[in-house]
């Protein structure tokens, strides 16, 4: 029987946070109001390492600027900001946890707060193919138009959206030998809580504590 890896991205498999990059790459290119943009950042930023996220009013301001563009448009800004903001944070250290479990055979999902565009191009770098990000509505004019559909995978919301994403596949936790997941986030312990083997990564406060408490492994890639 097949095991699960589990993966969160931002500051597990690279050792950055691509939502809060993403904005500052806009800002770089002069799509969007510097001082505004920056303050809006960082504001979200500092709520959601508190624990403390409106997840309405982030994606609210997050999903705004990909309504103006096609989304060919959208994957050329992607290619750069990848190359830029991406690429030189991921270690040789995460890759090679990834590859462990690839070549064990055990099935791959990443599993995101961060939306599913800005995450599937980076999941692909590591040869992961099943991703679970916010999903993103698109128009009749085949561009996004700044919303977003379903449940936002933030907190519980990543244990509702694994379980749809299970039942899709007519799968549940059983159908796995084991389920490792993989995340730096105390916003995370819900779902760390429920897997058969939680590890922590680059941790913050409150989860590393959580994880020497419950010996938990703790993994450091920074």
């Known amino acids: 029987m097949k095991n699960l890896a589990i993966f969160d991205l931002d500051n597990t498999l690279i050792n950055t946070d691509s939502d809060h990059s ?9 799509i969007v109001d510097a001082a505004e943009t920056e303050a809006q950042n960082e504001k979200f930023y500092q ?3 508190n624990g ?32 830029e903001y991406i690429v030189p944070h991921i270690s040789p250290m995460q890759r090679m946890l990834v590859q462990s479990h690839q070549m064990a055979g055990d099935e791959m999902l990443v599993i995101s707060s961060t939306n599913e565009f800005i995450i599937t191009p980076i999941c692909h770098l590591f040869g992961i193919h099943n991703v679970i990000g916010t999903q993103l509505e698109t128009g009749e004019d085949g561009r996004y138009t700044g919303d977003y559909v379903g449940t936002p ?5 990543k244990i509702t959206r694994l379980n749809q994403w299970l039942a899709e596949r007519g ?29 922590a990564v680059n941790p913050d406060a409150e989860l590393e504590k959580e994880a020497k408490e419950k010996g938990w492994p703790i993994l450091n890639f920074k």
């Not at 993403?22 to 002069?30: E, F, M, T």
């Not at 030998?177 to 105390?186: C, L």
């Open 22 to 30: 993403w904005p500052q790459y806009l800002i770089k290119k002069g």
């Open 47 to 49: 709520d959601y390492q």
């Open 52 to 83: 403390c996220l409106d997840i309405d009013a982030f994606l609210k301001f997050h999903l705004a600027p990909l309504a103006r563009f096609s989304k060919e448009e959208l994957a050329e800004f992607h290619r750069e900001f990848m190359a």
């Open 153 to 157: 995978s933030l907190k519980e919301g």
């Open 171 to 199: 799968e549940t936790f059983e159908s796995y030998g084991k389920v490792y997941f993989y995340s730096d986030s105390k916003n995370d312990l819900p779902l760390l809580r429920i897997v058969d083997e939680p590890v």
